[in-house]
C-alpha cells in the first residue's frame, strides 16, 4: 500500500465523512476533479462504505479525448469488485454501480485506457445510497430505446424492446428470441458445462442478463449483433474457481433482420443469440484474453452446435481456407477478421478428438493462462498431442473437408501449385508464418518420387495426402521421404511450419523449397498414420 497515492480530497472527504456521522446512510453526492498527464496516469480516491449500500460512480472527460476507465477495489486488494471502460457503446466516458458486499474502505482508481496516450481533465461523480441510485445510470448507459421500452423477462433473460420507432419489434420476433436465448441458455450451460456468466445485480432493472433488441443494419452499425462487456468482477461467483478478470456483460440484437442474405430473420437471429450469448458466457471466464480468435472461433462454432439448422458459421469457412498460410489465430488477414471466425473448425476437430467437455475446460485454462498456454495445457489434460501436432492434422483435416457441414462450405483450400516434373518447386505467395500450410498437387507420370524441405533453415514439416475415393491418408514426412502418388486418385503435398509463439501480431514469413526427384523405388514409402473420410473431399481448384 505505500505506493498508494490518495488524492487530499478524497482522504479530507473520508475524514468528514466519519466525523459525528460515521458512515453515509441516506443517499449523498461528491464531485471530484482532476488532470490524467503523461506522468501522472490514475488518481485514486478513498470510499468508506458500509455492507449493504449501493454506489454510483460516473467519469466523464472534460474537453478532451481521454478515454476514462474506473475501478472499485476492496481494501487490501488488488483485484477490482467494479471496473468500467466505456459506458455504452458510443461514449468512451465511464459508469458503473455497485452494492458493497462489506464495509470498509475502498479504493476508487480512474485512469485512461491502456495503451492510450490521450490526457486531459476529468469529473468524477460519486453517489452512495439504496438501490434505488440505480436510476441514475439508465439514461447514460447501454441502450436507450425510446419512450416506449419495454422488457420481457425469462427465467434467466430480460429482453428490453419497443413496439415503436426504427427499433420496434414483432411479437412474433420478440417470442422467438425470448425462446431463443433460453434454448442458447440450456445448451451451452446446462448441457456443454459451460459456467454461468455473473450477474449484472442490477444493470437493466434486476439481476438476469439482459438482451436490447436495436436496429443495428438501419443506423449502420455492421454488426447484427454484439456482446458489451460491462464491469470486471475478477471471480465469477458461479465458479468454482477463483477468477481474476472475470466480468459482466449484455447483448445487443438486431430488431428484425429484414434484408439479410443467409437465411430467414428468425434463422439469422437464432444463429445471432447463440454466438452473442457465448461471448457473455467467455467473459464469465475472462474479459481480458489477448487472442482474439479464441473468442470469435468458439462463439462461431456454438452457432453450429446450438442451433444447427440455423447456424451462420459456414460462410465464414471460404476466408480461412483461402489464407491457409497466415499464422494461426491471426486477425491481420485481407478478410479483415474473418480467419479468426472461419477457424471454428478447430474447435469442432478438438471436440470431436476429445468430446464436448474440451471446450469449456479449454475456457477454464483461459481464465488463468493466456493464449496457447491455454490450449497446451487443455491438450496436455486430454492426451499427448503437442499444439503443432493438433493443428497441423487439423490443417490436413481441411484438405479432406471431413466436417458434417462441408457441403455448406463452398471452399476447398487454397492450391500453391501443380507439382508435374522433377526439380525444385515453391510457394507462389510470400511463405507460410506460424502454424500455416501450403498445399501443392503431385501430378507426375512415374511410381516412386522423393520429396525433401530445402532452405528453410530445418524449421518446417513435410506431410502427403492420398485421396483413394473413400478417404483422405495422411502420411507424415518429417523433413521429406518416398511417395507413392499413382496409387491415389488425388496426391497432395502440405508443408507445414510447426513454429509458433504468443505474440500474433508479429507473424513472420518462413521461405522454403520442395526438391522433387525420381526414386528407384528400393526405399518403401512411408505408411499413413491417420486417415480422414473422402465423403465431401473435392480437388483443390
Not at 454510483?56 to 476514462?68: F, K
Not at 448507459?141 to 423477462?153: H, I, Q, S
Amino acid at each position: 500500500m505505500s505506493a498508494l497515492r490518495l488524492k487530499q480530497v478524497g482522504i479530507a472527504w473520508v475524514c468528514a465523512m466519519m466525523v459525528g456521522v460515521g458512515m453515509v446512510s441516506a443517499q449523498s453526492g461528491y464531485t471530484f476533479s482532476g488532470t490524467i498527464t503523461a506522468s501522472n496516469v490514475r488518481d485514486w480516491y478513498a470510499i468508506p462504505l458500509r455492507a449493504g449500500e449501493a454506489i454510483v460512480v460516473t467519469a466523464d472527460a472534460v474537453d478532451s479525448a481521454l478515454d476514462t476507465v474506473i475501478s472499485l477495489y476492496p481494501a487490501g486488494s488488488d483485484s477490482p469488485v467494479a471496473n468500467n471502460d466505456d459506458r455504452d457503446f458510443d461514449s468512451l466516458n465511464s459508469a458503473f454501480g455497485y452494492i458493497a458486499e462489506e464495509s470498509g474502505t475502498y479504493r476508487l482508481e480512474i485512469t485512461r485506457y491502456p495503451g492510450s496516450s490521450e490526457v486531459g481533465d476529468y469529473e468524477l461523480s460519486v453517489t452512495i445510497g439504496t438501490e434505488s441510485i440505480f436510476e441514475i445510470l439508465t439514461p447514460i448507459t447501454r441502450v436507450n430505446l425510446g419512450d416506449g421500452a419495454a422488457f420481457v423477462d425469462t427465467e434467466h433473460f430480460r429482453i428490453h424492446y419497443t413496439f415503436e420507432g426504427k427499433d420496434a419489434v414483432s411479437q412474433e420476433f420478440l417470442d422467438a428470441v425470448t425462446l431463443a436465448a433460453e434454448g442458447s441458455y440450456a445448451f451451452q450451460i446446462g448441457e456443454l458445462g459451460f459456467v454461468p456468466p455473473p450477474s449484472d445485480q442490477w444493470m437493466g432493472g434486476d439481476s438476469r442478463y439482459d438482451i436490447y433488441l436495436k436496429d443495428l443494419i438501419g443506423t449502420g452499425e455492421g454488426a447484427l449483433g454484439y456482446a458489451v462487456p460491462e464491469s470486471t468482477v475478477s471471480d465469477n461467483p458461479n465458479s468454482p474457481e477463483i477468477e481474476s478478470h472475470a466480468g459482466t456483460s449484455y447483448l445487443v440484437v438486431e430488431n428484425d433482420f429484414m434484408d439479410v442474405d443467409g437465411g430467414t430473420p428468425i434463422q439469422l437471429m437464432r444463429a445471432t443469440v447463440a454466438h452473442e450469448f457465448n461471448h457473455l458466457v467467455q467473459f464469465g471466464y475472462d474479459t481480458d484474453e489477448p487472442h482474439n480468435w479464441v473468442f470469435e472461433a468458439t462463439s462461431t462454432y456454438m452457432e453450429t452446435i446450438t442451433f444447427p439448422e440455423d447456424q451462420d458459421a459456414t460462410g465464414y469457412v471460404s476466408t480461412a481456407y483461402q489464407y491457409p498460410e497466415l499464422c494461426f489465430g491471426t486477425i491481420n488477414d485481407p478478410g479483415f477478421g474473418a480467419v479468426q471466425y472461419g477457424e471454428w473448425t478447430v474447435m469442432q476437430a478438438m471436440a470431436d478428438a476429445y468430446g464436448q467437455t474440451f471446450v469449456p475446460d479449454l475456457w477454464r485454462n483461459l481464465a488463468h493462462l493466456d493464449g496457447f498456454a491455454a490450449l497446451e495445457a487443455t491438450l496436455a489434460a486430454y492426451g499427448s498431442q503437442t499444439l503443432p501436432e493438433f493443428i497441423a492434422m487439423q490443417r490436413t483435416r481441411n484438405l479432406a473437408r471431413d466436417y458434417d457441414l462441408a457441403p455448406l462450405f463452398d471452399a476447398t483450400v487454397w492450391l500453391e501449385e501443380v507439382i508435374n516434373d522433377t526439380g525444385r518447386w515453391t510457394y507462389t505467395g510470400e511463405g507460410i508464418q506460424e502454424l500455416g500450410a501450403n498445399y501443392f498437387s503431385l501430378a507426375l507420370d512415374g511410381d516412386f518420387y522423393d520429396v525433401r524441405l530445402i532452405n528453410d533453415d530445418g524449421a518446417l514439416i513435410l506431410y502427403a495426402l492420398g485421396v483413394d475415393g473413400e478417404q483422405v491418408e495422411v502420411i507424415p514426412l518429417g523433413r521429406g521421404g518416398v511417395v507413392e502418388p499413382a496409387r491415389y486418385d488425388n496426391f497432395y503435398l502440405m508443408v507445414f511450419n510447426p513454429v509458433y509463439d504468443e505474440n500474433l501480431s508479429d507473424c513472420v514469413y518462413y521461405d522454403y523449397q520442395i526438391d522433387v526427384t525420381e526414386s528407384d523405388g528400393k526405399t518403401t514409402p512411408a505408411d499413413p498414420t491417420l486417415s480422414w473420410s473422402a465423403r465431401y473431399f473435392e480437388a483443390l481448384r
